[in-house]
Each structure stands twice: as structure tokens, then as C-alpha cells.
């Protein structure tokens, strides 16, 4: 995890070429400032300390036409995301962010998984336990359920941006912020494991390039 002379350590850098409908609209409900329309490109920036992530906003909204979609602040990590239709627009504010800060892409921190497992067939208590703790769609008895933890947590919007891509599952509940992040989705048994796949991927190649 490389850092640069202010302390500033880059815990997760993460491009999304096309927000899926999906994750675009689950931003929408929980971002503070500017939502992102579906296939939008975005960015997803995580750093320690915390309240240096106010240095990186300001960084890359003057230096390109960006949106900001979130900020968040907690003790020890903070994250943006910023988005626009113009994936160059996207990729020249993480540039302009990491020319700041003396740092390449490949500086970030490598991503750990920590759960990637499936709960199969799930009963209808349990469907309901996971729907009451949604953000997203519901979970419906006989889904099978995707449930993956890792660290940086902003990792997880590629994983869950890839898998939604790959198979016809829904997202109910994704954190991308904190010392670890969540994601959660259901579906159909093959169409889960076919999520679950492109998922890992997605982890595994951005370790590719630390």
C-alpha cells in the first residue's frame, strides 16, 4: 500500500467501465450528492486517513467534468466515487488524483477476500431475514445467495458490476466503504454461480496489476 509524503495511502482504486441498472440504481438511493445514470462510468477511490479523501475530491472534479456520487468519511477510511458518460472524463480524474499524489494505479493495495460462498436453495425465513437487510431486491425462498466479504471494501463494486453482467441475478445489498466491504445477490442456482465466477475474476485480475 504505497502512500506519498503527506501519509496518504491508496487502499483501493477501482474503474468501472459501464454501471450496470442495477448498481446504478442502488447508488441512487444511497449516494449523497449526484447520481450516476445506468451505463455511466465511474470511480471508486479508497484511502487512509479518512479526511485526505477532501483533497482527492477537489482534485479530480477541477481537473476534469465529473460528477461526485459519494463521499463517505469514517474514522480511519475514506471513499469517493465520482461518474460521468465519458469513461475518458472518469479515467483523467483517478489520473489527475494519483499525479497529485506522486502514485500509479498499480500502488494500490492488493484486495483480500475474506467470504465467497453460497447458500443454496435458501428457505423462506431466511429469504426474509436477507430481504429485511436489503437496500436492493428482495430475496425469494428457493434463491440461491451469493454472500462475499473483502477488504478494501470499494473492491466490491467491480465484483458486483462484473457479475451482474454475466448473469441475470439481483443485487440486495453491496458496501463498499469501511474496513471491509459486503456484497450480497440472489438468483436462480446456475445463474448464481455464474455471478459467483465472474466475481472471483474480477478480484483475482485486480491483484493482477498490484
Known sequence: MASDNSGFQLRAYVFLDSLQPQLAQYMAKTNKVYDPREYD???FLEIAPAMEIHAKIDQALKA?????GSMVTERVFGMMQVHSEDQGEVQAAGQAVLDASSLKESDRAPCEILQNKIIRSVEQDHAIAFT???WGQMVLAGDSVLIMEAKPAAYLSIACNEALKAADIKLIDIRVFGASGRLIMAGPESEIDSGAQAA???????NKGV
Open 41 to 43: 462510468a465511474a470511480l
Open 64 to 68: 476534469t467534468k465529473v460528477r461526485l
Open 132 to 134: 429485511g437487510l436489503a
Open 200 to 206: 472471483t475474476q474480477a478480484l483475482e485480475q485486480l
